[in-house]
């Protein structure tokens, strides 16, 4: 069989190399088939909505990616080996098939609508209203497939003053509440590290999906969930809206600390970072006697959990300037399972995790055999069901890798596609 690319005018591996035999993937992917039969037609681009789509496919769903003709999605052009496509791509489309296709072009209308009404779900991240805009709206998909689940992720949603206005992961944090409460007390708001808005958004998108899927099932009508990034962001502020409203007390930037629980810090110690948490008085108390500080636990001003959240600054100074002497695994050895038995742990970044014993017991460091790559390595999925299967997909697809094999599914055959190909409609 000739390369799929014949017809989407991309690169890379062609289509009858695609899968990769379970026995060579050194760390198996078992999250489950759990939406196996589900087929998902993914509009979504960057990093929020392929997040959301990535899930979905770990957990058994057919994801057919859907991009642009010729460059696909922007992600595809990131970090990445010279020629090659982006490494952040191939971990947020991970276990998909992909196919190019114009749906801004009346042909592309079309076919996308055809292949809507075998699907089962159709997910968006564009600004609110461009859907709409192309003759795509969530009536015309559901009028051809009633029991379509029509699922969007825009910055602001598709109601309020703000509906259609651009977004993106900073935008989200800033506006959402969560960039406020982000810092130390005495230095600007701070971005939560990566991209924390899109994931969160992404984590909400496909709770979303599933959840619409479940209501499908009961009443055999689909729904049509519109989901604001903002709000995704606003409903995880730690309650402060609520715990503001009641009391009058406002979030407060505190660094590493907590504004209700003390010792709770990242800790500098002689060779790196440690973070040391304790929310109870028998913790506390473990702590102070394998510091050496026995007394500390007795002291009116620290003794009960209230009084250690009014002076956590210098509860988490006692605690710091123990650690300072010492290394991270010895702060480790004396405060963890094997002495305290207190939450804590090194602080760490995501390359030092590769070889973590803990992740790569859990099946969350995957590694895999890759054409162009040699190997490339992705993160597993947290969600770990019982009698599970690997992914059918391993890797993320090449531009258009599959697009023989969907559209023929709508009845298009060689000529139909080296047609469509010609007209950049795919």
């Known amino acids: 069989m000739p390369s799929a690319h014949r017809y989407s005018q991309g690169g890379g591996r062609s289509s009858d190399n695609l899968e990769l035999p379970v026995a060579l993937v050194a760390c198996p992917f078992v999250a489950g088939r759990v939406l196996e039969g589900i087929r998902v037609l993914d509009l979504t681009r960057v990093v929020a909505g392929p997040f959301a789509t990535a899930i979905l496919a770990d957990l058994g769903a057919d994801v057919i990616k859907v991009e ?233 001003r620290y003794k009960h959990h209230s009084a250690r959240a009014r002076n956590r600054r210098e509860v988490n100074a006692l605690v710091g300037a123990w650690v300072r002497e010492r290394t991270c695994d010895e702060v480790l050895r004396a405060l963890g399972p094997e002495g305290a038995d207190v939450p804590c742990a090194k602080v760490a970044r995501p390359d030092e995790l590769l070889d973590d014993p803990q992740l790569r017991a859990r099946g969350m460091i995957e590694r895999h055999p890759h054409r162009q790559l040699g190997e490339i390595v992705l993160h597993g999925n947290p969600l770990r069901f019982s009698n599970a299967m690997p992914r059918a997909r391993a890797l993320a697809p090449e531009l258009g890798e599959h697009n023989r094999e969907v559209f023929a599914e709508i009845g298009l055959g060689d000529a139909d596609l080296e047609r469509l190909a010609a007209a950049g409609v795919i």
């Not at 959840?211 to 502020?237: E, P």
């Not at 503001?244 to 970072?273: I, K």
């Not at 394998?290 to 007795?298: K, L, V």
Request: glycine fraction near 14%; include cysteine.
């Open 68 to 300: 642009r003709p010729r460059t696909g999605d922007d992600y595809r052009h990131g970090p990445s080996r010279e020629g090659h496509t982006s490494l952040a791509f191939e971990n947020t489309n991970r276990g998909k098939r992909s196919i190019t296709l114009d749906v801004g072009t009346a042909a592309g209308r079309d076919l996308f609508l055809r292949l809507a009404e075998r699907a089962d779900v159709v997910v968006e991240n564009f600004r609110a209203g461009w859907m709409t805009a192309q003759g795509l709206g969530a009536d015309v998909l559901q009028a051809r497939n009633p029991r379509l689940v029509v699922a969007a992720l825009s910055g602001f949603g598709a109601t309020g003053p703000r509906a259609g206005q651009a977004s993106y992961d900073i935008v989200a944090q800033a506006s959402g509440g969560l960039m406020a409460m982000t810092g130390f007390a005495d230095g600007p708001p701070v971005r939560g590290g990566g991209a924390l808005a899109d994931f969160v958004g992404g984590l909400y998108l496909a709770l979303g999906v599933v959840a619409g899927l479940r209501d499908r099932d009961r009443t055999g009508r689909g729904r049509v969930l519109d989901l604001s990034n903002q709000d995704a962001v606003f409903a995880i502020t730690d309650s402060w809206a609520t715990i503001a409203a009641g009391l009058g007390m406002h979030a407060e930037r505190v660094g590493n600390q907590h504004s209700f629980s003390a010792p709770y810090d990242a800790l500098e110690a002689r060779d790196g970072w440690v973070v040391v948490g304790t929310a109870s008085n028998k913790l506390f108390r473990r702590l102070c006697a394998a510091i050496g500080r026995p007394e500390i636990a007795g002291d009116e």
